[in-house]
């Protein structure tokens, strides 16, 4: 570790596990629990007092700009009340949605002095997070949703100043795999983008190609006054472009300047790895920035690419007007290098204002296994005396994130009168072999939640793990219904009881559906008979249905059919039953993987479940995550029904209604 930095950093602290014989898991509610040993980004790494400091929860809550509510009265909401990770500290972000791949780039876009941050996590969307730097010394990362909404960037954006003026400027991405220019005619202080070229055009008046897949950047890299622009190709070499004197109204004069930049020419070697013989060398996606880290007058050259575990440094040797690249790439930080999952994307700044520049480094997830890194990979390194590296953080941006393809549940657990909130993940990075169940207790009210982390459930043996909870044996405490990657349920019986739960696995294959995988379980009395029925979703997206021709002690679930109603949401269906328009009967929500959330009413006839497709009155599918798993509740004790989804990227959307 090198000197100075965190105690830990990305991994788990201290705490207690759980023994599990075979075949039996035991998982108890409440502070001894489950095992108590946090995860990366749900701990929340803490960062020194300089950079992003513990928020109280009066400050998470009343920092938050809310926008216009939607056509349906909903509006997302990022700090609806707090949640505290396992030392205490707020989350600043709690339901930001989580981050698999983010592309960071510090900016001071409004001109005050420090460095704000964009990140781009979905094609299309940025983040803004403005810097406040607080009288007590700390600095807070404020969101300003909707701040940027209207600009399309694609794959891929960069800020740069283009035409000299003084102010950033915007490219992107185009589809597919061109460049969008916006120019800033605002000025340093406000901007205001304005879409000059859809398809930026060369000086001989030819479309500028960047693969869509690959971060460019651009510099002034000779000093001559003009922004040169560049591109990584996919056979590891740097395509080159200069800006001409001339800032034309309708594009930016880019002219050519040769397709091998410095000779450079990044390939990945797998001998060098395993020891094989005669493997071909391997070119990949690449993410490059630029930056003087040596303070030495001239910029240097900073290279991710997908098959490569670190950031590669090549350094200047030449000068700022004669600038030279003909030296080995090095991994980074030289004095203790970075090693990921692959494909990093840097960005450079002086972010704690002492001089020097400081590193972002997001991971986009390479050829290193991209699963190891879906909660690892915001990394913040400053600079510090004598030119070492420091990491403060692999998670910068502190919210809720487990992974990968969160599954919340929403249940009172403890009985205690309010809902405390459980989130299933896809795979544990730190043990890529098996997922788990985190718990957050609600140690608020039914009217002021106040969502604490207490753990994770290790739940062995397989993956994609969806949580559903409902008394099946009728002892009036609640077990659980576990959905999995396989085609088969878990049941895990509660035997402990309803105010200090204790779920002992039962049955690994407790049921299984008839074909598919991804099993995502949903419990209602559907033919109300006073007993529990099932409906069970899968990859294909559609809907089983399983009925109970047991007893409400007593359990027989047998499957009905495979394809419930002739259901069907394209992939990934996540069935909920909840009573949505509270008429006293249980209605059917369905999320998916790109449709959102699918609506359908229950008009029950002599008691049976009857369901009928009607328009959603959910946030449209623009508006959601992918894999869109809902839950609906009276969180805030309002008298209306919150929604809380999870989703691809391992966080939690939420979403208010306010009319």
Not at 350 to 371: E, K, R
């Amino acid at each position: 570790m090198a000197k100075g930095a965190l105690a830990k950093i990305g991994g788990r602290l201290p705490g207690g596990g759980i023994d599990q014989a075979a075949l039996l898991a035991v998982l108890t509610f409440g502070a001894a629990a489950c095992s108590t040993s946090p995860k990366p980004g749900v701990d929340g790494t803490g960062l020194p007092e300089r950079s992003a400091p513990a928020m109280t929860a009066a400050d998470q809550v009343n920092a938050e700009e809310l926008p216009e509510p939607d056509a349906n009265g909903w509006v997302r909401r990022i700090r609806p009340f707090a949640v505290l990770d396992s030392t205490g500290a707020a989350y600043e972000n709690p339901f930001l949605g989580g981050f698999n791949v983010p592309r960071p780039q510090w900016v001071d876009i409004d001109a005050d002095g420090d460095l704000d941050l964009f990140v781009q996590e979905r094609t299309g969307h940025l983040h803004f997070f403005e810097r406040e730097d607080r009288e007590d010394g700390t600095t807070a990362h404020t969101l300003r949703p909707g701040a940027y909404d209207h600009l399309d960037v694609g794959e891929w954006y960069r800020f740069v100043d283009v035409d000299g003026d003084g102010d950033r400027d915007l490219l992107s991405e185009s589809p597919f795999s061109y460049v969008r220019l916006y120019r800033n005619e605002g000025d340093a202080g406000r901007a205001r983008f304005t879409l000059l070229a859809d398809t930026l055009l060369d000086v001989r008046g030819e479309a500028i190609f960047s693969d869509r897949q690959n971060i460019p950047n651009a510099t002034d890299i000779d000093c001559d006054g003009l922004v040169d622009l560049f591109l990584g190709r996919v056979t590891g070499v740097v395509t080159r472009y200069e800006a001409t004197a001339t800032f034309a109204a309708s594009a930016a004069p880019f002219r050519h300047v040769t397709d091998r930049f410095e000779d450079i020419e990044i390939v990945a070697d797998p001998a060098a790895n395993d020891g094989s013989p005669g493997r071909p060398t391997l070119h990949g996606a690449n993410t490059m920035a630029f930056a003087d880290y040596d303070a030495d007058g001239d910029a240097d050259l900073f290279w991710g690419d997908f098959f490569e575990p670190g950031l590669l440094l090549i350094r200047n040797t030449g000068s700022c007007r004669a600038p030279s690249f003909r030296s080995e790439p090095s991994q980074f930080p030289l004095n203790d290098p970075v090693l990921t999952s692959g494909y990093n994307a840097p960005t450079f700044g002086d972010y704690d204002a002492d001089g020097d520049v400081d590193l972002l480094m997001g991971v986009l997830g390479g050829s290193n296994n991209a699963n190891t890194s879906t909660i690892d990979n915001l990394y913040l390194f400053t600079q510090e005396d004598g030119g070492d590296w420091v990491r403060w953080s692999s998670a910068f941006v502190r919210q809720v994130d487990v992974g990968a393809e969160s599954v919340p549940a929403l249940v009172d657990l403890d009985s205690d009168g309010d809902l405390d909130l459980l989130l299933g993940q896809k795979i544990d990075p730190t043990d890529l072999p098996n997922a788990r169940v985190f718990l957050f207790e609600n140690e608020g009210s039914p009217t002021e939640p106040l969502m604490v982390w207490k753990g994770e459930f290790p739940l062995d043996g397989a993956y994609h793990n969806a949580p559903a909870f409902g008394d099946l044996d009728g002892d009036g405490d609640l077990d659980m219904i576990l959905g999995t990657w396989r085609n088969e349920l878990r049941y895990l019986a509660n035997e402990g009881s309803a105010t200090q739960p204790r779920f002992v696995l039962v049955d690994s294959a407790y049921l299984a559906i008839t074909r598919g995988s991804n099993t995502t379980p949903t419990l209602g009395d559907l033919d109300g008979d006073g007993d529990l029925d099932l409906l069970v979703g899968e990859s294909s997206g559609t809907v089983n249905y399983f009925v109970n021709e047991g007893s409400a002690r007593e359990p027989l679930f047998v499957m009905v059919t495979d394809e419930y109603l002739e259901i069907d949401v394209g992939r990934r269906s996540f069935p909920k039953l909840v009573d949505a328009d509270g008429d006293g009967d249980l209605d059917l929500m369905i999320g998916s993987e790109e449709n959102g959330i699918l609506y359908f009413r229950n008009d029950p006839v002599d008691g049976e479940s009857a369901f009928h497709a009607v328009e959603s009155p959910f946030p449209a599918p623009d508006a959601l995550p992918r894999w869109v798993t809902g839950e609906l509740a009276d969180l805030d004790g309002d008298g209306d029904l919150d929604l809380i989804t999870g989703g691809d990227e391992g966080g939690v959307w939420y979403f208010e209604r306010m009319r």
